[in-house]
């Protein structure tokens, strides 16, 4: 699943071609890159027996700890807490829950799908948008947001006829993740983009500490943690997650500072490709044709809905 990034300070206006063209580069490459995170996520969890929780416990340590040195060579030490700490914590508890149910979906659900279904958010973001925020959506984003989740139910489908109710987990990851992204944008403005990613990491690992816990008394074990990981493998896979997730971070921020959205957001579908073959190399997972569908249904809508967004801003200013 793909990095939050923070929304940037200033949006980049007429940038040189040059400029934004390595905005492009380092956006590709972090979309490219992420998804081998969700793949290493699905192999501890089938081949290494390391739970969901204990897996994104172990990410959002390893974001906080890779980022907390960074911060404080870059802005100082005071640049650690955040003019809105609770709020920051809070963003925290709704990205690490919407990792840790995204982990456990990979147990069941190939990358490639649950991917595609998570990649609902932006539908979802808009139907919170009007009721959280207000905003006024017309009808033709009402239609996009109408398609794009008849797509994910063609993935969804036939996942639900194996699985059950566990291919819905990708859903419940989008919901969390539209809401964090709300709350993300009324703070954009406050701190600097790591510090408020350095605070989620925070926490997100207070949160799952009391996840974990919970999920260990009455053993649910998709996210509890009845023993640590054994160090070795376990432990260096778990940490590549966490630096994958931070470096992605730091990819992304970086070329929103150098590109518009406009331009970048598009791009964020490429995690499905990455995800397909990662999952076809490493677990012999490959979609169908009626997936397929879906997955172009999803993409197809989810950029209409992006452009038109923008048109409407733009009209707006």
């Known amino acids: 699943m793909k990095v939050a990034p923070a929304i940037p300070e200033t949006e980049p206006k007429e940038a040189p071609q040059s400029t934004v063209a390595k905005g492009m580069v380092l956006m590709i490459i972090a979309m490219l890159m992420l998804p081998i995170m969700d793949g290493i996520a699905k192999l501890l969890t089938l081949e290494y027996d390391v739970s969901a929780g204990q897996t994104t416990f172990g990410r959002f340590l390893v974001q906080a700890s890779l980022l907390g040195p960074i911060i404080v060579v870059i802005y100082g030490a005071r640049a650690l ?124 690992v207070l949160t799952l500490f009391v996840v974990v816990g919970l999920a260990t008394i009455f053993d649910f074990r998709d996210f509890s943690s009845p023993e640590m990981p054994e160090f070795g493998i376990r432990w260096a896979l778990i940490f590549a997650i966490g630096a994958l997730a931070t470096i992605g971070h730091l990819l992304v921020v970086m070329a929103f500072r150098l590109a518009s959205a406009s331009i970048l957001a ?47 801003a733009v009209a707006t200013d």
């Not at 997936?291 to 452009?307: E, N, T």
Request: glycine content about 8%; charged content about 10%; overall charge positive.
């Open 81 to 204: 807490i955040p003019s809105q700490l609770l709020l920051n914590l809070l963003r925290g508890a709704l990205m690490s829950l919407a990792v840790m149910l995204f982990f456990a979906t990979l147990r069941y659900m190939p990358v490639a799908d649950a991917l595609a279904v998570f990649f609902t958010e932006p539908f979802i973001l808009t139907i919170l948008s009007v009721i959280i925020l207000k905003e006024k959506v017309g009808w033709r984003r009402r239609l996009a947001v109408v398609i794009g989740f008849a797509g994910a139910m063609l993935i969804v489908q036939p996942s639900y006829a194996v699985f059950g109710p566990v291919s819905l987990m990708p859903i419940g990851t989008a919901f969390l993740f539209a809401i964090y992204l709300i709350l993300t944008r009324q703070m954009a403005s406050k701190d600097n983009a790591l510090t408020m990613q350095f605070a989620s990491g925070i926490g997100g």
């Open 266 to 312: 598009p791009f964020q579908y490429l995690e499905i490709v990455t995800g397909t073959l990662i999952g076809y190399w490493l677990f012999g997972d490959f979609p169908d044709a009626l997936k397929w569908l879906g997955i172009a249904i999803i993409i197809g809508s989810g950029i209409y809905l992006f452009l038109r967004e923008r048109a409407v």
